[in-house]
């Protein structure tokens, strides 16, 4: 298993731009989520999905948004980058339907910086 | 806002001491877990306490939780300088839809 996986790893962008940040995961969990890391700072959630078709807003989402029309993959767009957008992104993943299965699988991150 | 606050915000100790982290948060919990991040990379788990358990080891790691002071503590015994990374406390609210709250973090040192 790859486990979570995120495309690309670093990316820059210009005021105003869009791109989306890809995320994967092989695991066939029913939970998905993206956090945004700035320095010095935990983890913020930014949406998260329990499910294919459904999705939902987190801490952050202001700036962002989401679908999930598979299992596996759960892209997160900035719609237009702003430089308070310059952070971490971490994608991340879990079970819900197995019990005991609370832990979250992280990807390894996509870092990006808004000129 | 986060739940969850570690303490302290920066450790450093001597390879071979042990390192205890902190962890406080604020309404009611269905586990509290451990995450370990190396700089530049993912978090990854490392250890679980479900609410109805008060202490729990794994390997080199043991972990306490003390509900009526929404408190938690991470202590590393035998440390080794590979040890050194963030690590941050996360909690699994009640009726939270699954959301993890992760505090800001305790960056550990440990040197050789």
């Known amino acids: 298993n790859a486990g979570v996986t995120q495309t690309p790893k670093f990316q820059v962008l210009k005021t105003g731009q869009s791109m989306t940040l890809q995320c994967a995961q092989d695991?066939?969990?029913?939970?998905m989520s993206w956090y945004r890391q700035d320095p010095g700072m935990g983890l913020r959630l930014i949406h998260y999905s329990v499910g294919a078709g459904i999705t939902d807003q987190g801490e952050v989402p202001n700036g962002y948004n989401v679908s999930r029309s598979t299992t596996e993959d759960f892209p997160l767009r900035l719609l237009s980058a702003a430089p308070s957008q310059t952070s971490v992104y971490f994608c991340?993943?879990?079970?819900?339907?197995?019990?005991?299965?609370?832990?979250?699988?992280f990807g390894p991150g996509t870092r990006l910086l808004v000129l | 806002s986060q739940q969850g606050e570690e303490d302290p915000q920066a450790l450093s100790i001597q390879e071979g001491e042990n390192a205890t982290m902190n962890c406080s948060y604020k309404?009611?919990?269905?586990?509290l877990q451990w995450y370990r991040q190396n700089s530049g990379r993912g978090l990854v788990h490392l250890i679980l306490i479900r609410s109805n358990e008060r202490e729990k080891h794994s390997g080199r790691l043991r972990v306490t939780l003390d509900t009526s002071k929404k408190s938690s503590s991470l202590l590393i015994t035998a440390s080794r300088a590979a040890d050194t990374a963030s690590y941050f406390c996360a909690t699994d609210h009640s009726g939270s839809a699954r959301q993890l709250t992760f505090g800001s973090g305790t960056q550990l040192t440990v040197l050789p």
């Open positions: 695991m066939n969990h029913e939970y």
């Open positions: 309404t009611s919990i269905n586990n």
């Open positions: 991340a993943s879990r079970s819900i339907r197995r019990v005991n299965a609370e832990t979250q699988y």
